[in-house]
């Protein structure tokens, strides 16, 4: 469903500006993110959270399997009402354990709750630069690629994410910037072989050059005849 509502979306928005032929670009706020040091120490104190919930999660489930070992190996001198006491004391821990991991890794619950407080100072931040690089760029649209809009095909000419990542400090260098124009060299032609035998890269052989080395004239003796 958040695949077909992104697409009308943007389809709208190219019939939008479309007819005005406006500039458009595309970022990755995720791998963008990635690169910011608020991003990975909202992260690891993220992770802090789950690590310490999940513990808790499994002390309860120890106190639960603790609490069905002792039923199992009791359960034959038991009178009725003892057993029906300690049963509902082990459903009502099942149902405290669902509980509580609901309360803290269900749907909206307080994982969820600490990523978007820990996560929303980073992402505004990034908001910021995007809006400043489309300003500059004069942009009327711009896309995020790691978001619900699905991008099938991502032309790279129309990608700012390094413009994004330069206003805020963390862009390479050497990055959506032009070459440097450097000095024009002349190179000779090479020469060709001498050697009448020697083949070219298409196996024709070279033609042997018209200019030949000057030699030494030999002595020519006159044979004189006898009469």
């Not at 458009?24 to 791998?31: A, I, K």
């Not at 690891?44 to 499994?58: A, F, P």
């Not at 050059?209 to 003796?221: D, F, M, Q, V, Y």
Request: hydrophobic share 35%.
């Amino acid at each position: 469903m958040k695949n077909i509502r992104g697409l009308l979306a943007l389809l709208l928005l190219t019939v939008a500006y479309g007819a005005q032929a406006q500039k458009f670009g595309w970022v990755d706020t995720e791998f963008i993110m990635a690169k910011m040091p608020e991003y990975a120490k909202a992260q690891l104190e993220l992770n802090t959270y789950s690590d310490t919930w999940q513990k808790e999660i499994e002390a309860q489930k120890k106190d639960l399997d603790k609490l069905y070992r002792n039923y199992a190996a009791e359960e034959v001198v038991l009178t009725e009402p003892m057993k029906k006491k300690r049963q509902d004391e082990i459903l009502k821990k099942e149902q405290d354990i669902k509980t509580y991991q609901n309360k803290q890794f269900g749907y909206e619950g307080q994982i969820f709750k600490k990523r978007q407080e820990l996560n929303k100072p980073v992402q505004d931040k990034v908001f910021e630069a995007v809006e400043k690089v489309a300003k500059k760029k004069q942009l009327a649209v711009l896309f995020d690629k790691s978001g619900d809009l699905t991008m099938l095909y991502t032309n790279p000419a129309h990608d700012y994410t390094e413009f994004v990542l330069e206003e805020l400090g963390l862009g390479a260098e050497d990055r959506n910037q032009p070459g440097p124009r450097g000095t024009v060299k002349t190179v000779a032609p090479p020469k060709t072989p001498a050697d009448a035998n020697f083949e070219t890269d298409s196996g024709a052989a070279e033609p042997a050059s018209t200019t030949k080395p000057t030699r030494p004239a030999k002595k020519t003796t006159t044979k004189k005849s006898s009469k």
